[in-house]
């Protein structure tokens, strides 16, 4: 396991890039960014957006208030994940629906909508009468 992965130490503590999840946490954003891979260290650096910044507003909001049960809604899938974010809940939207996303530490470093597929697989079934050239002389009865 290279030296940029997360692990769990010999006590199982969770450890990312040699820093434990409260040492994270206590981080700035720039100071995590320093840790992150480089797709996402680049999207901090440049600056988040308005709805970036809102978003990290929200789960730092949902900290003090402890309100872990209620999901934050989000359309932004191009979110890092940030060590804020872990052991919330968020509602991510796929497209058509919000899909809840149970943040975890080993989570660190990725996209939220990387744990949120926005297609599905496909599953066809027989094809109706008239379909093909051979079902028409299918008889009915």
Same mark, same amino acid.
């Given at each position: 396991m290279s030296s940029g992965e997360y692990r769990t130490g010999r006590e199982g503590e969770f450890t990312y890039r040699g820093h434990t999840l409260d040492e994270l946490q206590e981080m700035s954003v720039d100071e995590v960014a320093e %840790?992150?891979?480089?797709?996402q260290r680049r999207t901090i650096e440049r600056g988040l957006s308005a709805?970036? =910044?809102k978003l990290l507003e929200d789960a730092r909001e949902a900290t003090e208030e402890g309100s872990a049960n209620d999901p934050i809604r989000? &359309?932004?899938r191009n979110m890092p994940i940030l060590p804020e974010f872990v052991d919330k809940t968020f509602a991510v939207y796929t497209g058509q629906s919000f899909e809840r996303v149970q943040i975890e530490p080993e989570m660190l470093g990725h996209y %939220?909508? =990387? !744990?949120? %597929?926005?297609?599905? $697989? #496909? =599953? &066809?079934?027989?094809a109706g009468i008239g379909a093909t050239r $051979? $079902? *028409? !002389? #299918?008889?009915? *009865?």
């Amino acid at each position: 396991m290279s030296s940029g992965e997360y692990r769990t130490g010999r006590e199982g503590e969770f450890t990312y890039r040699g820093h434990t999840l409260d040492e994270l946490q206590e981080m700035s954003v720039d100071e995590v960014a320093e %840790l992150l891979p480089a797709r996402q260290r680049r999207t901090i650096e440049r600056g988040l957006s308005a709805q970036q =910044e809102k978003l990290l507003e929200d789960a730092r909001e949902a900290t003090e208030e402890g309100s872990a049960n209620d999901p934050i809604r989000t &359309h932004l899938r191009n979110m890092p994940i940030l060590p804020e974010f872990v052991d919330k809940t968020f509602a991510v939207y796929t497209g058509q629906s919000f899909e809840r996303v149970q943040i975890e530490p080993e989570m660190l470093g990725h996209y %939220l909508g =990387e !744990f949120q %597929l926005t297609r599905t $697989s #496909v =599953e &066809h079934g027989q094809a109706g009468i008239g379909a093909t050239r $051979s $079902s *028409k !002389f #299918v008889p009915l *009865k």
